[in-house]
């Protein structure tokens, strides 16, 4: 079992920064592929990106590339997505998951462990 807590979230005018933290709990932390995703009011969840466990290799959604840049401690168990030059269009609730395997990094069905989410606010 693994418990997923994020945090870091909160309000920021357009072109700020934030950087998000998602501690896990749970032994094997490092096998774990490890994603964000966000979900606007009114839209689905949508993937972000994801830091591979067996290799750190990641991938972005092409609306974040160059903009965000996510990254794992393995020894405080935790991943982290920073946030630069944020757009009004980021806001969203912002949820930390993980799986042992992922085939279709995009997909919430993926993944076996959801955080709370933390709120992120992007004011013009």
């Known amino acids: 079992q693994v418990q997923l807590v994020e945090s870091g979230g909160g309000l920021v005018q357009a072109g700020g920064s934030l950087r998000l933290s998602c501690a896990a709990s749970g032994r094997a932390f490092s096998g774990y592929n490890m994603a964000w995703f966000r979900q606007a009011p009114g839209k689905e969840r949508e993937f972000v990106a994801i830091?591979?466990?067996?290799?750190?290799?990641?991938f972005y959604t092409t609306s974040v590339k160059g903009r965000f840049t996510i990254s794992r401690d393995n020894a405080k168990n935790t991943v982290y997505l920073q946030m630069n030059s944020l757009k009004p269009e980021d806001t969203a609730v912002y949820y930390c998951a993980a799986a042992l395997r992922v085939w279709s990094a995009e997909s919430t069905s993926e993944y076996d462990y959801w955080g709370q989410g933390t709120q992120v606010t992007v004011s013009s």
């Open positions: 830091i591979r466990g067996s290799s750190g290799t990641t």
